[in-house]
């Protein structure tokens, strides 16, 4: 047997039957604690005293509540209408008993910080609480999401809970798609979006309500917008601001935003039974598609939720086991599968909240995405593998990574609960109870701690402030990668010696990317190529998923990719010839299916290049294209990613040239069976290998041309007289 499961434990293990007990308590305290909402801040609280007042309270605020929600229309045929039925929904939330409390305390309070269960109603509800009390008078309720499937998705459905049309009273708005208009009144956003507001309305005056929502996730952006709410509410004493938690260190922020009380209301929670595995799995994909299929044969019904670090991951277990269910013939239930993660198309998104058919079963195949941001009704059984995708930075190098990393003992409790939500659930963690107790740190290290700041110290810079290190942080971010980002902010020319923002500095900072994408676009004024290198940036900022290789057809597959890429032109260039050519056919479906090219990649590349079009007028500067000249945009590319330069050795790999390192370059490239000498790239990959992704030929002295305070002419001289040997395969064209 695969797990162990409570009963049978301390055979295999004389303190597993402890740590089973022990687990169970964890759940259970969480309950209790729940339920009885213990003290949680010395500073300030609001206690619910006993069931009787919650009854109690939901019944008047129900009665209240009853006349706005009956003046919309729209009945169906079943004479309740859709909209009513949502409206109950609403009110069977748990936050629901709560509303008329919570809204009393954001009337007391500037600042407040809310901690209710996953699941009970605090992004959903909050915002249109807000509302209907009148906060959207005098300005928008802004709602931020670290993640931008979460602030579409949760957008859409507060638009349907209100009876109206996404974009209209209700919106959102994410990186390159902005789903608003004037009428908008609730806004949801990702909080790098915010940040983004920022620059241009540094005291969010249209805003008369701040909603930092998912505080306990700690991404980058939400904690530099904690440093700079903090900094606004005080000088904008009608600005309420809010900051919103799934987890219980509320006294963390409570401490931060100046002792602010903390609301924080019961979630209902059903125990959860954790199994853990006997031994380590060598494989947690084939772990995941096993727990799934016994799931499916031996347990009763109920949707199963399985966490995979990312779209990679998900798409192979989907292919997978819609392959092994085929082989189990009919004699099994149906199961739905449902793949999401932030890629998905939001069509598809949809399908993950659409009830399961009586009968059936769902399986979410997810992300981390469903850990807190997203609450998917029906969930009894979770299948946790233990890994999610984190980034890691190396500050010394500069070098980011993207790493399948161990989650924490805080995620593994917040997956499990995700089971207990409407009933008793289950949770298969396919890792020992020895991995969990010795080896899964106990909280996940806040993104600032381990990334890369180039980007964020920009914004920062061009909302003047100029001494980070005395930015209010939560948690500061080692100094050394403060440093780091400050050195390449000025290699790149944003930045004079005295650390003040430059003109190209200025430039740079409209645009919502990369610092070295940024100065790509900016520097391309010079080399009057700019049209080029925006549909290079574009098709740079669609991610990977460009071509498609159905499995009966990757030889044709493979040769329209390398139609792209004839001259060996590199890889930037083979970007910027697909955009061409697919323009040329006036943005044709047919063409992309001749050329397994994924069309839905292409259209989002389209939307960003004409975005990135209008934030060149912004900074003045004209389109100009010189298509025949592929060194001015091979030039351009260089001087914004001159720090990633590589020069091949003679075993084949690379070695980076600062900071010396070995790396490879990725079997997708165009290049990699070219192999040249001097290579720039747009970013490291580790998967078995350090990779190179997306590459382009440079020639070495363009280096002291382009980058003279960085490169020395001893970094860049190349023994041209020992000419690489020609061994390795030419180009397959
Ligand atoms: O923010 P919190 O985790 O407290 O809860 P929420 O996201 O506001 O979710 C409240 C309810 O809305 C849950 O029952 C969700 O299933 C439902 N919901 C939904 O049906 N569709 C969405 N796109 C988002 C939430
Ligand atoms: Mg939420």
Same mark, same amino acid.
């Given at each position: 047997?695969?797990?162990?499961?409570?009963?049978s434990?301390?055979?295999?293990?004389?303190?597993?039957?402890?740590?089973? &007990?022990?687990?169970?308590?964890?759940?259970?305290?969480?309950?209790?604690?729940?339920?009885?909402?213990?003290?949680?801040?010395?500073?300030?609280?609001?206690?619910?005293? +006993?069931?009787?007042d #919650?009854?109690?309270?939901?019944?008047?605020?129900?009665?209240?509540?009853?006349?706005?929600?009956?003046?919309?229309?729209?009945?169906?045929?079943?004479?309740?209408?859709?909209?009513?039925?949502?409206?109950?929904?609403?009110?069977?939330?748990?936050?629901?008993?709560?509303?008329?409390?919570?809204?009393?305390?954001?009337k007391?309070?500037?600042?407040? @910080?809310?901690?209710?269960?996953?699941?009970?109603?605090?992004?959903?509800?909050?915002?249109?609480?807000?509302?209907?009390?009148?906060?959207?008078?005098?300005?928008?309720?802004?709602?931020t999401?670290?993640?931008?499937?979460?602030?579409?998705?949760?957008?859409?459905?507060?638009?349907?809970?209100?009876?109206?049309?996404?974009?209209?009273?209700?919106?959102?708005s994410?990186r390159?798609?902005?789903?608003?208009?004037?009428?908008?009144?609730?806004?949801?956003m990702?909080?790098?979006?915010?940040?983004?507001?920022?620059?241009?309305?540094?005291?969010?005056?249209?805003?008369?309500?701040?909603? /930092?929502?998912?505080?306990?996730?700690?991404?980058?952006?939400?904690?530099?917008?904690?440093?700079?709410?903090?900094?606004?509410?005080?000088?904008?004493?009608?600005?309420?601001?809010?900051?919103?938690?799934?987890?219980?260190?509320?006294?963390k922020?409570?401490?931060?935003?100046?002792?602010?009380?903390?609301?924080? #209301?019961?979630?209902?929670?059903?125990?959860?039974? @954790?199994?853990?595995?006997?031994?380590?799995?060598?494989?947690?994909? +084939?772990?995941?598609?096993?727990? /799934?299929?016994?799931?499916?044969?031996?347990?009763?019904?109920?949707?199963?939720? /399985?966490?995979?670090?990312?779209?990679?991951?998900?798409?192979?277990?989907?292919?997978?086991?819609?392959?092994?269910i085929?082989?189990?013939?009919?004699?099994?239930?149906?199961?739905?599968?449902?793949?999401?993660?932030a890629?998905?198309?939001?069509?598809?998104?949809?399908?993950?909240?659409?009830?399961?058919?009586?009968?059936?079963?769902?399986?979410?195949?997810?992300?981390?995405?469903?850990?807190?941001s997203?609450?998917?009704?029906?969930?009894?059984?979770v299948?946790?593998?233990? #890994?999610?995708?984190?980034?890691?930075?190396?500050?010394?190098?500069?070098m980011?990574?993207?790493?399948? !990393?161990?989650?924490?003992?805080?995620?593994?409790?917040?997956?499990?609960?995700?089971?207990?939500?409407?009933?008793?659930?289950?949770?298969?963690?396919?890792?020992?109870?020895?991995?969990?107790?010795?080896?899964?740190?106990?909280?996940?290290?806040?993104?600032i701690?381990?990334?890369?700041?180039?980007?964020?110290?920009?914004?920062?810079?061009?909302?003047?402030?100029?001494?980070?290190?005395?930015?209010?942080?939560?948690?500061?971010?080692?100094?050394?990668?403060?440093?780091?980002?400050?050195?390449?902010?000025?290699?790149?020319?944003?930045?004079?010696?005295?650390?003040?923002?430059?003109?190209?500095?200025?430039?740079?900072?409209?645009?919502?990317?990369?610092?070295?994408?940024?100065?790509?676009?900016?520097?391309?004024?010079?080399?009057?190529?700019?049209?080029?290198?925006?549909?290079?940036?574009?098709?740079?900022? @669609?991610?990977?998923?460009?071509?498609?290789?159905?499995?009966?057809?990757?030889?044709?597959?493979d040769?329209?990719?390398?139609? #792209?890429?004839?001259?060996?032109?590199?890889?930037?260039?083979?970007?910027?010839?697909?955009?061409?050519? &697919?323009?040329?056919?006036?943005?044709?479906?047919?063409?992309?299916?001749?050329?397994?090219?994924?069309?839905?990649s292409?259209?989002?590349?389209?939307?960003?290049? +004409?975005?990135?079009?209008?934030?060149?007028?912004?900074?003045?500067?004209?389109?100009?294209?010189?298509?025949?000249?592929?060194?001015?945009i091979?030039?351009?590319i260089?001087?914004?990613?001159?720090?990633?330069?590589?020069?091949?050795?003679?075993?084949?790999?690379?070695? !980076?040239?600062?900071?010396?390192?070995t790396?490879?370059?990725?079997?997708?490239?165009?290049?990699?069976?070219?192999?040249?000498? &001097?290579?720039?790239?747009?970013?490291?990959?580790?998967?078995?290998?350090?990779?190179?992704?997306?590459?382009?030929?440079?020639?070495?002295e &363009?280096?002291?041309?382009?980058?003279?305070?960085?490169?020395?002419?001893?970094?860049?001289?190349?023994?041209?007289?020992?000419?690489?040997?020609? !061994?390795s395969?030419?180009? /397959?064209?």
């Amino acid at each position: 047997q695969r797990y162990r499961d409570m009963g049978s434990a301390e055979k295999m293990n004389p303190f597993a039957e402890q740590e089973a &007990w022990e687990d169970h308590q964890i759940e259970n305290a969480t309950l209790k604690f729940g339920a009885k909402n213990k003290e949680v801040s010395d500073n300030y609280e609001f206690v619910f005293e +006993d069931q009787i007042d #919650f009854i109690k309270a939901s019944v008047l605020a129900g009665e209240n509540y009853e006349d706005e929600m009956h003046a919309k229309p729209s009945q169906d045929s079943a004479g309740k209408s859709a909209f009513h039925m949502l409206q109950e929904d609403r009110k069977a939330l748990p936050i629901y008993s709560y509303r008329d409390r919570l809204l009393n305390a954001v009337k007391d309070h500037q600042v407040l @910080i809310i901690v209710g269960e996953t699941g009970s109603g605090k992004t959903t509800q909050i915002p249109q609480y807000l509302h209907e009390a009148g906060y959207t008078k005098h300005g928008k309720v802004g709602c931020t999401q670290p993640r931008r499937v979460a602030a579409m998705s949760v957008a859409a459905r507060v638009a349907q809970e209100m009876g109206g049309k996404l974009g209209h009273e209700v919106g959102y708005s994410i990186r390159f798609e902005d789903c608003t208009s004037e009428k908008t009144i609730l806004k949801y956003m990702t909080d790098g979006m915010l940040l983004r507001e920022l620059l241009g309305e540094p005291d969010l005056g249209s805003y008369s309500v701040i909603i /930092v929502d998912e505080a306990h996730e700690r991404t980058l952006h939400t904690d530099i917008l904690f440093g700079l709410v903090k900094d606004i509410a005080r000088a904008r004493p009608d600005l309420k601001l809010l900051i919103s938690s799934a987890t219980m260190d509320a006294e963390k922020f409570s401490d931060f935003f100046d002792q602010a009380p903390i609301f924080s #209301f019961p979630g209902r929670r059903y125990p959860v039974d @954790i199994c853990f595995t006997t031994a380590p799995e060598a494989d947690y994909m +084939d772990a995941a598609i096993a727990t /799934v299929l016994t799931i499916h044969v031996k347990e009763q019904l109920g949707d199963v939720l /399985v966490f995979l670090p990312g779209q990679e991951e998900i798409e192979a277990v989907e292919e997978n086991l819609k392959h092994k269910i085929r082989g189990l013939g009919t004699k099994i239930r149906e199961l739905i599968i449902c793949p999401i993660y932030a890629n998905l198309p939001s069509e598809l998104q949809a399908k993950i909240f659409e009830p399961t058919p009586e009968g059936a079963r769902k399986v979410v195949l997810a992300t981390n995405i469903a850990e807190t941001s997203l609450t998917i009704d029906g969930i009894k059984y979770v299948v946790d593998p233990g #890994f999610s995708k984190m980034k890691s930075y190396n500050p010394r190098t500069g070098m980011e990574s993207l790493l399948v !990393t161990p989650i924490s003992k805080a995620s593994a409790t917040q997956r499990a609960g995700r089971a207990g939500r409407t009933s008793p659930g289950k949770c298969y963690r396919l890792y020992t109870a020895y991995n969990y107790y010795n080896d899964l740190e106990d909280n996940t290290v806040p993104e600032i701690q381990r990334t890369n700041l180039a980007s964020v110290v920009l914004s920062l810079k061009s909302l003047g402030i100029h001494n980070l290190l005395n930015f209010d942080f939560m948690d500061p971010p080692p100094s050394e990668a403060l440093i780091k980002s400050l050195e390449l902010l000025f290699a790149l020319g944003a930045l004079n010696q005295l650390g003040e923002l430059t003109k190209a500095g200025r430039r740079m900072a409209e645009f919502p990317l990369d610092p070295m994408l940024s100065k790509m676009i900016v520097v391309s004024d010079k080399y009057k190529c700019s049209d080029e290198i925006i549909s290079i940036a574009a098709m740079l900022s @669609i991610g990977p998923s460009i071509f498609y290789r159905p499995k009966d057809k990757q030889v044709h597959a493979d040769n329209a990719m390398m139609n #792209f890429h004839v001259g060996n032109v590199g890889d930037h260039i083979a970007l910027l010839k697909i955009y061409n050519s &697919w323009k040329e056919t006036n943005y044709s479906t047919q063409w992309c299916y001749e050329n397994y090219i994924q069309v839905r990649s292409m259209k989002r590349a389209r939307d960003i290049r +004409d975005q990135l079009e209008g934030l060149l007028e912004r900074v003045e500067i004209d389109v100009s294209s010189n298509a025949n000249e592929l060194d001015s945009i091979r030039k351009s590319i260089v001087a914004g990613f001159f720090p990633h330069t590589a020069k091949l050795q003679k075993n084949g790999s690379y070695r !980076t040239v600062k900071h010396p390192q070995t790396v490879h370059i990725h079997p997708a490239s165009g290049l990699s069976q070219v192999l040249p000498r &001097w290579v720039v790239y747009h970013q490291l990959v580790l998967t078995s290998k350090e990779y190179m992704r997306q590459v382009t030929e440079l020639k070495p002295e &363009w280096l002291i041309e382009i980058a003279p305070h960085y490169y020395q002419l001893k970094d860049v001289e190349d023994a041209t007289s020992k000419k690489m040997p020609k !061994t390795s395969g030419r180009a /397959v064209v």
